[in-house]
């Protein structure tokens, strides 16, 4: 292990993370912070492969001004054993006066690592599950997680049930294909449909704040459209745990995430829509016109 340096860096930001907006704010999306960490940590050091990936960490919003083109951030790494680097995207955060300054953490992970070839178990077949509970992609968006075009990228059929979820994400065709990770899109909206199912089964609207691994196969282009498979693995300190599988066309494992955490990040200002939870106990069982439930 060596020591932490830190070095200072220039973040591009193009039009369409404005689409990525949480409480009236611009977010960068914690897919965009890991391709920035994964960009420098390729170009520092070829050698260590960024296709892996563990401790995954997303303490804090980075929030974007809607006028900004770049943005200035700093990067920390510091070389670990086994041919692994630990990195961390964060701000300068000034005090009034602008004397002292403090680095607001926006995102951590660790990169390198021993190379895994079998999928997550019981992960690789498609669930056949008779309790599914469908949730269109047009109400996703709309009540669930109203991100603004750019992000609306999980396709019907929209499946979640107790133990999990399935659905069509999409790689919108125009990306940069250049990506280290792939395009972030298609990992980006599995979790929008694990929000969903936090909604649904958890009675929370949740967000991604980390995940224990990730493993990328072979990295998606734009484009592309592909089915992920989320399994849901129960609570830990808070969060909701789950194990997520995202499958090219030809069923072939294109990445894979551990221990994906999430939580609610609002502290109760934000809570499901009504529909969502039909057929929970609890739940409101309006099903009439005007009410936002899905149309059977």
Known sequence: MTARESDCLRIAVPAYLRDHTFEGRVILPAVEILEILADFVQRRFPEIPVWIMEEAFFPRFLVLDPAWTTLNARIEWQLLDAGRVKTVLGTV????????????????????GE???????GMDREADRSDRFAVPAERLYRDLVPFGPAYRNARDPIHVWEEGAEAIVEAPAGGDPRRFLGSPFPLDAALH???AWCQRYGDTVALPVGFGSRRIVQPIVPGESCRARIAAKGLSEGAFLFDI?????DERLREELSGVRMRDVSQGRLRPPDWIRVGKQGAVEDSSPGNGNPPA
């Open 193 to 195: 449909v694990a929000c």
């Open 93 to 112: 955060v000034r005090s009034r006066s602008g004397a002292i300054g403090r680095l607001a953490v926006h995102g951590t992970a660790v990169f390198g």
């Open 115 to 121: 190379t895994k070839t079998e999928p997550i178990p």
């Open 245 to 249: 599988l995202i499958l090219g066309s």
